[in-house]
């Protein structure tokens, strides 16, 4: 336990990623329902990475992401109503209901966006890295991609710029080990993705990204070493994500059985909870009232996503859309 972990911050970090579990179930559910255009890619199984690297990071850094960002978004204090707004195409939403799932931003929280470019983000916080450097601003950016995106060539572009310049990025590879149906073991040529880092020069780990302390302390190592001008470090959190790719996959590229073994022997939630009952820091009541928040917070997102309006013709992408669409 390090210093940062004190019984109060770790139920708060077990409160964060209860919020985005319900969140990312009840979005999944809304989007079959037919509210959410262009659907969902949920995070449901990579919550500790987000939540754990988040709390590891100061208010003025800076994060991105990439098609797959409600977890990033909500673990940076993004506000869920408005995320569910954005989701549900509304007026009210992060991105005034025209922006959608894959675009979100919140720059009052350091939150410079997600989009849907496979490897796109990590160049998005190599830039802010750049740019927190010229300016000497004592900013650190944190980029999340996939292990699909170790698979494409911008990617390691981005590493090689900040290798090279020395910047405060921290690259992080959620590695749930599926690039929509591909087995990341089938396509990583060499085998390993921390070698492959290593390759160019960048002081590279692999962290248990179910591991919600492991991950906050990898992050936060990172951090040091960015604001000591010591350079930009490639962090891959072996995660799992428990739902298909996006809304509607149904998974018939891996068993059920291997779901089940993630779920019950890994989950980030369970393991986070069963430590703080078995260290006394929280009763089973306690874990009770913040399921109950994290499914009330949420109820309340959704009847604000469903009540708020759709955006104005001055703000839709097109006046002859059809009502609501996002495109
Ligand atoms: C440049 C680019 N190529 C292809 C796609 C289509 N695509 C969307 S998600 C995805 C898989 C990404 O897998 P990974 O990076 O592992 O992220 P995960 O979905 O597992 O979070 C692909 C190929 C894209 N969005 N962008
Ligand atoms: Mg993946």
């Known amino acids: 336990m390090h210093d940062q972990e004190t019984p109060e911050a770790l139920v708060e970090w077990l409160a964060a990623m209860l919020l985005i579990r319900e969140f990312e179930e009840q979005a999944e559910r809304a989007s079959l329902r037919g509210k959410v255009p262009g659907g969902v890619h949920p995070a449901i199984g990579q919550e500790a990475v987000a939540v754990g690297a988040m709390r590891a990071l100061g208010p003025d850094d800076i994060v991105t992401?990439?098609?797959?960002?409600?977890?990033?978004?909500?673990?940076?204090?993004?506000?869920?109503?408005?995320?569910?707004?954005?989701?549900?195409?509304?007026?009210?939403?992060?991105?005034?209901?025209?922006?959608?799932?894959?675009?979100?931003?919140?720059?009052?929280?350091?939150?410079?966006?997600?989009?849907?470019?496979?490897?796109?983000?990590?160049?998005?916080?190599m830039g802010a890295a750049l740019g927190a450097s010229m300016r000497g601003t004592g900013q650190v950016a944190v980029g999340f991609v996939g292990d699909g995106a170790a698979n494409t060539g911008r990617t390691w572009e981005f590493v090689n710029m900040a290798v090279i310049w020395n910047l405060p990025l921290i690259a992080i590879c959620e590695n749930n080990l599926y690039a929509v149906e591909t087995f990341i073991d089938n396509v990583m040529g060499g085998k390993s993705m921390v070698r492959r880092a290593e390759g160019f020069g960048i002081p590279a780990f692999e962290v248990d990204g179910q591991d919600i302390h492991e991950v906050n302390r990898a992050v936060a190592t990172a951090r040091e070493r960015a604001l000591a001008g010591d350079g930009p470090t490639f962090l891959e959190m072996r995660t799992y994500r428990y739902h298909g790719h996006e809304t509607g996959d149904k998974g018939v590229y891996r068993t059920a059985d291997e779901v089940d073994r993630w779920r019950t022997e890994r989950d980030p939630i369970a393991r986070l909870a069963s430590s703080l009952q078995a260290s006394g820091d929280l009763s089973e009541q306690g874990l009770t009232e913040l399921q109950e928040q994290a499914v009330a917070r949420v109820a309340d997102a959704l009847a604000f996503a469903d009540e708020s309006p759709w955006p104005s013709a001055s703000t839709a992408p097109h006046p002859t859309d059809r009502e609501g669409s996002a495109r």
């Open 65 to 125: 992401g990439g098609h797959r960002p409600h977890h990033h978004a909500l673990a940076r204090g993004v506000d869920p109503a408005r995320l569910m707004a954005e989701l549900f195409g509304r007026e009210t939403g992060l991105g005034h209901g025209i922006a959608g799932s894959m675009h979100l931003s919140d720059f009052s929280r350091g939150y410079y966006g997600s989009n849907g470019i496979v490897g796109a983000s990590l160049g998005l916080a």
